[in-house]
């Protein structure tokens, strides 16, 4: 969960992609970040729970993959764990692939995901 100092700190280290309704009520984020030279890392995806399924999270997902592509990175990687179980068919629909690394998140596997971008 961000913290309002957690929240500062991403904001100075990535860009962040805020979905918004005409309420400016938040419906979804992404955050991305260039890692090294040719790779970018995404972060912070989520969409509320009703706008699942809408296409907002794919929306979401094309803007941070541009704004990674446009900085010169030709790959992507993101982390998420088992119980996202969702978000991970979502990843795969959208071209990731398990890169095979796995890390240690709270004593929850946290498994590493890739993209080579066209």
């Not at 040719?38 to 941070?64: T, Y």
């Amino acid at each position: 969960m961000l913290t309002a100092k957690t929240l500062q700190e991403r904001l100075k280290k990535m860009t962040v992609f805020v979905a918004v309704n005409s309420a400016k009520q938040v419906l979804g984020t992404i955050a991305c970040n260039v890692a090294s030279a040719e790779e970018g890392h995404l972060r912070g995806m989520a969409v509320l729970p009703w706008m699942r399924g809408k296409g907002l999270a794919a929306q979401l997902l094309e803007e941070a993959e541009m704004e990674l592509r446009l900085s010169g990175c030709v790959r992507i990687t993101l982390d998420t764990t088992e119980p996202l179980e969702r978000a991970m068919r979502f990843y795969e629909k959208n071209g990731y692939r398990r890169s095979g690394r796995v890390s240690d998140f709270f004593e929850m596997p946290l498994i590493e995901y890739q993209k080579t971008l066209p």
